[in-house]
């Protein structure tokens, strides 16, 4: 069982930056065990793969459109992982979730593999 909860939302002009941390609690495996995945959902869409890192943190994924602004890390002895969000536009006006996963490397982008799920944290960016 693991307890994700992020924070670091928030109203940010264009251009700005913020930065997301997720918080990691585990009853089970230590938090170093698990994938970090970055999902965000904005009003009236699919929920949308933003980026995932690996357990050890050496792997790093992102969706097209944040690659060169979004940057994924963690700090394992923290339990914690960030999503800096720099050049932020108002297309990625979202509430962002973390979520975690023991899943293959090769299914980090797929949101059905991923066991838990953090409340969300609002991101908007106004123009």
């Known amino acids: 069982q693991v307890l994700l909860a992020e924070s670091g939302g928030g109203v940010v002009p264009a251009g700005g930056s913020l930065r997301l941390s997720c918080a990691a609690s585990?009853?089970?495996?230590?938090?170093?065990?698990?994938?970090v995945a970055w999902v965000r959902q904005a009003p009236g869409k699919e929920r949308q793969f933003v980026g995932a890192?690996?357990?050890?943190?050496?792997?790093?994924y992102y969706t097209d459109s944040v690659k060169g602004r979004f940057t994924l890390s963690r700090n394992n002895a923290e339990n914690t992982a960030y999503l800096q969000m720099n050049t932020l536009k108002p297309e990625d006006t979202a509430i962002y979730y973390c979520?975690?996963?023991?899943?293959?490397?090769?299914?980090?982008?797929?949101?059905?593999?991923?066991?838990?799920w953090g409340q969300g944290t609002q991101v908007t960016v106004a123009s």
């Open positions: 890192i690996t357990r050890d943190g050496a792997g790093k």
């Open positions: 979520a975690a996963t023991t899943v293959v490397v090769s299914s980090l982008g797929d949101l059905t593999k991923y066991h838990y």
């Open positions: 585990s009853s089970g495996r230590p938090f170093r065990h698990y994938h």
